[in-house]
């Protein structure tokens, strides 16, 4: 049986580097911020190319994937610039961004040994990935992508991308995601256990939001409820790797 004293100090650790105002020296969220849904955001975002052959890349990177099932395994990030939502227990920051091609960005991937590129944001939806991920799956790269759930892909893309993760940030899933690989809620004030959407995917992932102690108690809670669910740590954060 997992501790939730162990759970408890990992997470406060981690959580201690994201800044004074949203969270308190202890790793917990300021008791103003816990509760606050998402918000739409609308003319924040950088401005598209529909085409997709220019794309707002906030940053890329090497690491190993921190979460889910594919946890361990090393992976090349590209990061997209912009987000429709404004979540406030959120660690990104995803305002900045430099141009890119899609050739740029698949020459910066091949200078990496790597089998997997995960394409995340931000929220990666909001541009036009269709060419992107198409250049990687013709480059033999495997692909993975993680979204907030609230934008239908390009049906194009589920020929391209092997592994969806969704992370629903609102309270249902855009029915134009017809196939998930792994659904990871934050499980903070705000989470519903009964809005799980627990058919649409092959596995079900909670990550306590932000060190809480009772979001990890509440976490280990549902799971003796509902043992095919896994919890979420965020090895790369416990590693301190980015």
Request: aromatic share 10%; net charge negative.
């Amino acid at each position: 049986m997992v501790e939730s004293s162990f759970i408890d100090r990992a997470f406060i650790g981690i959580c201690r580097g994201f800044g004074s105002r949203l969270f308190r020296k202890d790793g917990s969220m300021r008791r103003e911020h816990r509760d606050a849904a998402p918000t739409a955001l609308g003319s924040a975002l950088p401005a598209e190319r529909e085409d997709g052959r220019v794309l707002n890349v906030n940053e890329m990177f090497w690491s190993i994937e921190g979460e889910g099932v594919r946890v361990g395994e090393p992976t090349f990030f590209v990061r997209l610039a912009g987000c429709n939502l404004r979540c406030l227990f959120c660690d990104t920051d995803f305002a900045s961004f430099e141009e890119m091609t899609v050739d740029d960005i698949v020459s910066e991937v091949q200078l990496r040994d790597v089998t997997w590129v995960c394409i995340t944001g931000g929220e990666p939806l909001c541009q036009n990935i269709l060419p992107v991920c198409r250049s990687l799956f013709r480059n033999n790269y495997r692909i993975h992508i993680e979204t907030n759930g609230t934008i239908d892909p390009d049906p194009r893309l589920y020929e391209y991308i092997e592994h969806w993760t969704v992370s629903p940030k609102t309270q249902s899933i855009t029915p134009g995601l017809t196939y998930i690989t792994e659904l990871k809620y934050v499980v903070g004030k705000g989470f519903r256990e009964e809005r799980v959407e627990e058919l649409r995917s092959d596995y079900i992932y909670l990550q306590p939001e932000s060190s809480d102690p009772e979001h990890s108690q509440r976490t280990l809670d549902i799971l003796r409820r509902h043992p095919d669910w896994r919890i979420s740590c965020r090895i790369h954060k416990i590693l301190d790797v980015q």
